[in-house]
């Protein structure tokens, strides 16, 4: 079908101003330029009507697509790897009403997590997903990578939060749950089961979430240890001694420094291991977490604040680390999760392993230390595969996983074999062809052959 053809049918749906061809990137390069090109046509539904109608066009066609969000996804998981058409959320940014009862709220797939964190809180209440891409990451993008963030060791991942969903599905179908039923025990969980799929079961249209009290006292801390084993020992203790802990954000002095270089974000004392910590309350939580601290050994420094600016300060130490990683290059990016008693030996293992395998290539470690969650940026050396076999093949021989939160998408496809069980990849193809008869929905991301 010629292009111009294509276009007159899907502007038909969708107005002629939402179909287009991307010339520049915007959507058809994913946020680490590494995926995609240029060129890909682009479709931009305003409703699940017209979702429908694009995906049943598509159907009749044998045309794929990839659903696309914010596109900060970091594994090549939302861009066209094969010709696919872009179906992009953006226009489907409905918000609330927040229903302060059932603490719920619908909002549209396409709604940004930073427009949702907003309308929660002028409710009085918390969305609890939370991670430096909020200002273009979506809903959707955030329901189908299943996110993590920062704030995972309190409030689970982004399934957790999710209490209903509304998707078209790649028969067309439109799966509806957005009923905010807190218990629902008939049968399969299959809103658990869109969680995680990567937009190759459906495509969501809308969510219901779970919001949480938001705390009147919230006190952030930076602090430094002097050694890795130190800062994991005791990010142990202030857990276990605390219910107010939110976030344990591990960085190292390189990656301080890097984003220090990039972006001019100062640091209020050097150290080789810095912990993130933020822990809220309805009391200032500064004098527990001070506490919990003074009986942990290898603690160099301590920097607290407790108001909204200087707490931001020291979140833009943590949260420009990927942004900052990407100024020096294209980054071969790991996500990746170890059990956390292996973490720190896991974190000197890797650095060291990679500059042996790799002598001219630069290794950036940073994540969330609580859930065992790292990650790994390898920048120049030149053997990809050969850095990927020791990064990932370490990670499995710490009985880790090699995909902690970002999910599979294109980058970690090959890896899938060595992770899961040749009985999960076949369910996995099993609830594929029930969804998506036609395999037509992000058809190159997840597994080689469906
Ligand atoms: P996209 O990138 O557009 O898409 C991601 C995947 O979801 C693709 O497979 C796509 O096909 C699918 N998809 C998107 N929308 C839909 C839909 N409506 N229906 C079906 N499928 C869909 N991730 C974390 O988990 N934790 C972090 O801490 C974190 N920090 C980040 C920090 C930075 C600076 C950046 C750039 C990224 C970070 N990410 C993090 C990764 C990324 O932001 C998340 O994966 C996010 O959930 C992607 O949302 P998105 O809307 O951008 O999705
Ligand atoms: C973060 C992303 C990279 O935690 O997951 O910053
Ligand atoms: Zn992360």
Redesign the pocket.
């Known amino acids: 079908m010629n292009g111009d053809a294509l276009l007159g049918d899907l502007g038909a749906i969708v107005g002629t101003d939402h179909a287009f061809v991307d010339d520049v990137g915007t959507y058809s390069v994913d946020?680490t330029k590494r995926f995609g090109a240029p060129g890909a046509v682009v479709v931009r539904p305003g409703s699940v009507d017209e979702v429908v109608a694009v995906v049943d066009w598509c159907r009749a066609r044998s045309v794929a697509v990839?659903?696309?969000?914010?596109?900060?996804?970091?594994v090549g998981?939302?861009v066209p790897l094969d010709g696919e058409i872009v179906l992009s959320?953006r226009r489907l940014d409905a918000i609330g009403p927040v229903d302060a009862v059932s603490r719920q709220m619908t909002v549209g797939?396409?709604a940004t997590l930073a427009a949702v964190q907003m309308a929660a809180e002028e409710a009085g209440l918390r969305y609890a997903v939370d991670?430096?891409?909020r200002g273009?990451?979506?809903i959707?993008?955030?329901?189908?990578?299943n996110?993590?963030?920062?704030n995972v060791l309190r409030y689970g991942m982004t399934r957790r939060q999710v209490v209903g969903l509304e998707?078209v599905l790649g028969d067309g179908c439109v799966f509806g749950h957005l009923s905010g039923l807190e218990k629902d025990n008939t049968g399969f969980d299959l809103v658990s089961l869109l969680c995680g799929s990567?937009?190759t079961l459906?495509?969501?249209?809308a969510a219901r979430i779970r919001l949480v009290p938001r705390a009147s006292h919230v006190s952030t801390s930076l602090v430094g240890f002097a050694t890795m084993a130190a800062a994991v020992r005791a990010v142990g203790v202030i857990r276990s001694g605390t219910d107010s802990l939110d976030a344990a954000e591990l960085m190292l002095d390189s990656g301080a420094r890097l984003v220090g270089e990039a972006f001019g974000v100062g640091r209020p004392f050097d150290a080789p291991v810095y912990v993130l910590i933020e822990a809220s309350a309805d009391h200032d939580p500064s004098e527990q977490i001070e506490m919990l601290l003074s009986g942990c050994e290898g603690v160099t420094d301590v920097a607290v604040a407790v108001d909204a600016r200087t707490r931001r300060d020291l979140w833009r130490l943590r949260?420009e680390h990927?942004?900052a990683i990407g100024t020096k290059g294209v980054p071969r990016k790991f996500d990746v999760t170890v059990p956390v008693g292996a973490l720190a030996e896991f974190i000197e293992a890797v650095t060291g392993r990679v500059s042996m395998a790799s002598p001219a290539s630069e290794t950036f470690v940073f994540g969330?230390v609580a859930d065992g969650n790292m990650h790994v940026n390898v920048l120049g050396g030149d053997d990809d595969e050969v850095i990927e076999e020791t990064v990932l093949g370490l990670v499995l021989e710490h009985g880790g996983s090699v995909s902690a939160?970002?999910?599979v998408?294109r980058l970690k496809k090959a890896w899938m074999p060595r992770q899961r069980s040749t009985v999960d990849l076949d369910l996995m193809r099993a609830i594929k062809r029930a969804c998506d008869p036609g395999l037509f929905l992000?058809p190159h991301?997840l597994l080689d052959t469906w």
């Open positions: 946020w990839v659903p696309q969000g914010g596109n900060t996804g970091l998981g939302g959320t797939s396409g991670f430096g891409a273009s990451a979506t959707g993008g955030t329901v189908a990578t996110a993590g963030g920062v998707a990567e937009g459906g495509i969501v249209t949260d990927t942004a969330h939160e970002h999910g998408g992000n991301v």
